[in-house]
């Protein structure tokens, strides 16, 4: 088998990973996981489908360019993806052991069996419901085969527990919130809100309250779900007629964890839904997670009765975490590998990361792969040269003006044409000074340059850059905001 298989075997993994974290499993089940790989060269890699139908759905939905993206990320060098038609059983596929468990178990494939009405695919859009209801348990004696032999949980991402969360000073706090609310779920903190920017481990300790309450009580009915799975189920159960289903089970959760519930802002139909599952479950005593990735006092667009039952409990802040914690996850990430790298790299990553922790495990990946194909060591030169892209990921040329204007203003539904505008309402000058900020550090243009972009003369643009300065000494949140906006930008960005 190639040496490529490691390289494609680690993006799927990766992908698997955000499909999961976004609630979107099931699409990876029922596409990604059917292409198989078959070989690669300098710059092609083919890949294996069972029909022409799975190989026109998979370019239709980009998820070709997204695995080249990946790979590309990975190894820094960019592949095409070329499609074969074939039987693919012969082929060995991409073994996610998490995924095993969670889809072809038995427990589902007789689901599929049970329901003869419902087609695959509509199996598959019902992910949550489906596998709730076999999850149930119906007396006190029963429990799957799979779970008393496991202890794993259907849904919730087995590898984030407590015991591989690192614990510093600056996240201690939500990590003893979220193990208090995990020792004892009930009345007291609920529910728990936890709040922070991506990637710095909002999801994992959701998980970790998920897993540590299941492995003490399998019988427990735990339902963990990401906002946008909890809409489409309602959307879903409302077209199908199912709303009673869905409905009783929401409801009748011992523990309901609800991941990103920002995806639930002007959505006030499902805001209502969630509203009456919260009264209920809380009259129940019955415990409630959800997280966020922003404070509640910025949750625009969330209705007054909600916003202030996601505060009746205990609100808790993830930050980007200190260097010396930084360096503690470094180590503790290449230990679950099972791989080491030299001090002064692992320094090196810990300081130059400062965005998340999922940017720390990135530059991880990426040379600990490039390590076992080249079979060289890893270097403190070799690293800086091989993590270059993911330090400095916006240079000139890299990311257009016009990609930063279009993806600040339209976080704060505004548009490009309205940061060049003579618009001096408040708002509009807010956020085109935050444009004008992120413009100068992400691109090489000077201020007159700038100035020409953003249709204002040199000096408005120092002025801009120098306010958003003087925020950033008073609001620690504005540096949270920016550091999003960069990400998004980086993501629009790969998204082209
Ligand atoms: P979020 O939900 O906030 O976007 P995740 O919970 O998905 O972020 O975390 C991103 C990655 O970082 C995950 O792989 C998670 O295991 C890891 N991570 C975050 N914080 C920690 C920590 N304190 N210790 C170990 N791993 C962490
Ligand atoms: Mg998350």
Not at 59 to 72: A, P, S, T
Not at 227 to 238: G, K, Q, Y
Not at 243 to 258: G, Q, T
Request: glycine share 4%; proline share 3%.
């Amino acid at each position: 088998m190639s040496e490529f298989k490691v390289i494609w075997d680690e993006a799927l993994k990766s992908l698997y990973s955000d499909y999961a974290q976004e609630g979107r499993e099931q699409e990876y089940i029922l596409w990604i996981s059917k292409i198989r790989f078959v070989s690669a060269d300098d710059a092609v890699i083919t890949v294996a489908v069972a029909s022409n139908f799975m190989r026109d759905q998979i370019i239709r939905k980009n998820i070709d360019k997204e695995i080249q993206n990946r790979i590309g990320e990975l190894v820094g060098q960019s592949y095409t993806i070329q499609f074969t038609i074939r039987d693919i059983n012969s082929l060995e596929g991409t073994s996610l052991p998490g995924l095993e468990q969670r889809t072809v178990t038995p427990q589902i494939q007789t689901a599929v069996h049970q329901t003869p009405s419902f087609s695959a695919a509509q199996t598959v859009q019902s992910s949550v419901l489906q596998p709730l209801v076999q999850n149930a348990p119906t007396s006190n004696t029963e429990i799957t085969a799979s779970s008393s032999q496991t202890h794993k949980h259907p849904q919730i991402l087995e590898n984030y527990r407590f015991d591989n969360f690192v614990v510093g000073e600056d996240n201690s706090f939500a990590y003893n919130a979220a193990l208090t609310v995990a020792k004892n779920p009930g009345r007291e903190n609920n529910p728990l809100l936890i709040y922070g920017g991506v990637g710095l481990g909002k999801t994992h300790l959701m998980c970790a309250i998920g897993n540590y309450l299941y492995s003490q009580n399998p019988k427990l009915k735990i339902i963990f779900v990401n906002a946008e799975v909890f809409t489409n189920d309602f959307i879903n159960s409302l077209q199908n007629k199912s709303i009673n289903k869905f409905k009783s089970i929401y409801r009748s959760a011992d523990v309901l964890l609800i991941d990103d519930i920002h995806f639930l802002l002007g959505k006030f139909s499902v805001q209502e839904e969630l509203f009456y599952t919260f009264e209920a479950l809380f009259n129940s005593q019955k415990h409630m997670v959800f997280t966020c990735d922003r404070p509640l006092s910025e949750m625009k667009e969330l209705e007054d009765r909600l916003r202030s039952r996601f505060g009746r409990g205990l609100t808790v802040d993830l930050q980007l975490p200190e260097f010396e914690t930084r360096i503690a996850i470094v180590r503790q990430k290449l230990e679950e590998k099972n791989k080491s790298l030299p001090n002064d790299v692992i320094e090196y990553i810990a300081k130059n990361i400062n965005t998340s922790i999922r940017d720390l495990e990135s530059c991880i990946t990426k040379l600990v792969m490039y390590a076992d194909i080249s079979k060289k060591e890893i270097t403190l030169q070799l690293a800086q040269e091989k993590l270059k892209d993911i330090l400095n990921p916006i240079t000139v040329g890299n990311v257009g003006i016009d990609i930063i204007m279009k993806v600040v203003a339209s976080e704060y539904g505004l548009t490009a044409a309205d940061l060049k505008k003579k618009n001096n309402k408040k708002q509009v000058v807010y956020v085109r000074q935050l444009a004008i900020y992120l413009a100068r550090q992400l691109t090489e243009l000077s201020t007159t340059e700038l100035g020409i972009e953003f249709n204002r003369d040199h000096s408005t643009i120092g002025h801009s850059i120098e306010k958003v300065e003087n925020m950033l000494k008073s609001d620690s949140q504005l540096e949270e905001k920016l550091q999003l906006l960069t990400r998004s930008i980086r993501d629009y960005k790969s998204q082209i």
